[in-house]
């Protein structure tokens, strides 16, 4: 089968490699699209934060796909051959102390990520956690199941109701995601940041109340002026820039939230009187999607979700140097989708 096969920082191949062979308990899918997530082409830069490349490895953990081949004894988790379905990235050993908590998306064990999408064919271990697709949903669309659950998740965190004012900074496809879901719970107006006026103008068609762009005006001040000075309930931090934690304790009320699903590459100096002495906030950090799969995959069926907007940039898998270059400050690209 064809794949991309990554041997260390800027060194990703397309070659020809043996499909996988199905084991008792596994699934082999045919790809049908894979994204690509931010923290591919950080790693395609060289890992920072995480480290360097263990190569040879075929990388790609959003995905969808059709089941091929199962492996004996797989039959027992519902599947047929032709089902259409994604996979969560993390592999849970289910005997951890996380796992046995049901926080299974923090498990301990550091080989239970499962990649290799950016391929023809993918095999599903035999602990990974399936789930079906609709046909009906675009393939490249589909491919974003994975990270718009992790929007979903986010969302779910907050507890957000329909009095509150959420702000959501950085509105590339976690922030576009959180966005949508956010919206889905009708809370009194839903704020977005970005620096990219093009991002903002979509966010706004989206039906954010409010976008605001930090390099034309002063964040903090509208938010005030648009909350009578109080400030907002929510702020959703989606940009992995340590400037935006400013804001958003400069910007939220007392007792406000403050919520964190972002990798930072620098640290971020911050007040803590902010926390405690002055407005007693709320911080919450969010951590990839568990139990959020069955609702994004609903949502992108019935239509609530669009994906099709946040698709901006679809390459063939040969073509993998241009799609990890694809994103850049001065055009729009929100997610980048590799078509075998």
């Known amino acids: 089968m064809k794949a991309i096969?990554?041997?260390?920082?800027?060194?990703?191949?397309?070659?020809?490699?043996?499909?996988?062979k199905v084991r008792e308990g596994e699934i082999l899918i045919k790809?049908?699209?894979?994204?690509?997530?931010?923290?591919?082409?950080?790693?395609?830069?060289?890992?920072?934060?995480?480290?360097?490349?263990?190569?040879?490895?075929?990388?790609?953990?959003?995905?969808?796909?059709?089941?091929?081949?199962?492996?004996?004894?797989?039959?027992?988790?519902?599947f047929v051959r032709g089902d259409r379905v994604t996979a969560e990235c993390i592999m849970?050993?289910?005997?951890?102390?996380?796992?046995?908590?049901?926080?299974?998306?923090?498990?301990d064990d550091e080989n239970g990520f499962l990649e290799g999408g950016?391929?023809?064919?993918?095999?599903?271990?035999?602990?990974?956690?399936i789930h079906k697709v609709s046909k009906d949903i675009p393939a490249v669309e589909a491919a974003l199941c994975e990270p718009l659950?992790?929007?979903?998740?986010?969302?779910?965190?907050?507890?957000?109701?329909?009095e509150?004012?959420?702000?959501?900074?950085?509105?590339?496809?976690?922030?576009?995601?959180?966005?949508?879901?956010?919206?889905?719970?009708?809370?009194?107006?839903?704020?977005?940041?970005?620096?990219?006026?093009?991002?903002?103008?979509?966010?706004?068609?989206?039906?954010?109340?409010?976008?605001?762009?930090?390099?034309?005006?002063?964040?903090?001040?509208?938010?005030?002026?648009?909350?009578?000075?109080?400030?907002?309930?929510?702020?959703?931090?989606?940009?992995?820039?340590p400037a935006s934690v400013e804001t958003g304790m400069n910007c939220l009320r007392k007792q406000g939230m403050l919520f964190i699903y972002s990798v930072f590459k620098k640290k971020a100096e911050i007040d803590l009187n902010q926390i405690s002495e002055f407005k007693e906030l709320r911080v919450i950090g969010g951590h990839l999607s568990p139990g959020a799969f069955p609702y994004t995959i609903d949502c992108l069926e019935k239509g609530k979700i669009n994906a099709k907007v946040m698709v901006t940039d679809i390459f063939a898998l040969n073509e993998i140097d241009e799609a990890m270059s694809a994103k850049k400050p001065d055009r729009v690209s929100i997610k980048t989708v590799l078509v075998p």
């Open 5 to 20: 096969v990554a041997y260390g920082a800027k060194d990703y191949r397309f070659c020809e490699v043996d499909t996988p």
């Open 164 to 241: 509150d004012t959420v702000v959501v900074s950085g509105l590339g496809a976690i922030g576009m995601g959180m966005l949508q879901f956010a919206l889905l719970r009708n809370p009194k107006r839903v704020i977005g940041i970005d620096t990219n006026d093009a991002l903002c103008e979509i966010a706004k068609k989206l039906g954010a109340a409010e976008v605001l762009n930090p390099m034309k005006e002063d964040v903090t001040k509208r938010i005030m002026e648009l909350t009578d000075g109080v400030g907002c309930d929510i702020y959703m931090e989606a940009t992995g820039n």
């Open 31 to 78: 790809i049908e699209a894979a994204g690509i997530c931010a923290s591919d082409r950080a790693v395609y830069m060289g890992g920072d934060p995480w480290g360097g490349i263990e190569s040879p490895r075929v990388p790609g953990h959003e995905f969808v796909g059709t089941v091929e081949e199962i492996g004996p004894g797989a039959e027992k988790k519902g």
């Open 149 to 162: 659950s992790c929007s979903a998740y986010a969302v779910n965190q907050t507890g957000m109701g329909m």
């Open 92 to 107: 849970p050993c289910g005997k951890c102390y996380y796992c046995k908590k049901g926080l299974y998306h923090l498990c």
């Open 118 to 129: 950016f391929a023809e064919y993918m095999l599903l271990p035999k602990n990974a956690l």
